[in-house]
């Protein structure tokens, strides 16, 4: 399971982020063509951020649909595979997106002094 690795760079990246302040929530994108499976990094977040900044952070995952460009006709397709058939006929796809693993956006407690 890749995503247990996944999950302790992510958490290490919002560690370093969070300068030691509190995280309350977390956002990722994970794109449907990634090969990332978003259930095993909701299970390996609970445990990556036992006893860190983000232990008891809410882990909130937006996944983006995969879409390709057709070379061919410049037409533009949803995919559920990193490949496909145009309507055209052509299966030369640019991948637009659904690729993508990104910390999108990191909340943090503010501490009123």
């Known amino acids: ?12 990246i919002v560690t370093e982020h969070a300068k030691g302040a509190k995280v309350q929530r977390v956002l990722l994108e994970i794109g449907k063509l ?9 299970f390996c977040f609970d445990i990556c951020t036992q006893g860190t900044v983000l232990e008891g952070a809410t882990l909130e995952i937006l996944e983006i649909p995969g879409l390709g460009r057709c070379r061919q006709c410049g037409g533009e397709i949803y995919l559920d595979k990193p490949f ?4 055209c006929g052509s299966v030369q ?5 659904g690729e993508e ?9 503010e501490l009123c002094v």
């Not at 796809?93 to 997106?97: A, E, F, P, S």
């Open 101 to 109: 693993l990104k910390i999108k956006e990191i909340e943090i407690e």
């Open 1 to 12: 399971m890749h995503e247990f690795g996944i999950t302790q760079n992510i958490v290490a």
């Open 84 to 87: 496909g058939i145009c309507n």
């Open 93 to 97: 796809l640019d991948l637009i997106t």
């Open 34 to 42: 990634s090969a990332i499976m978003p259930d095993a990094i909701r």
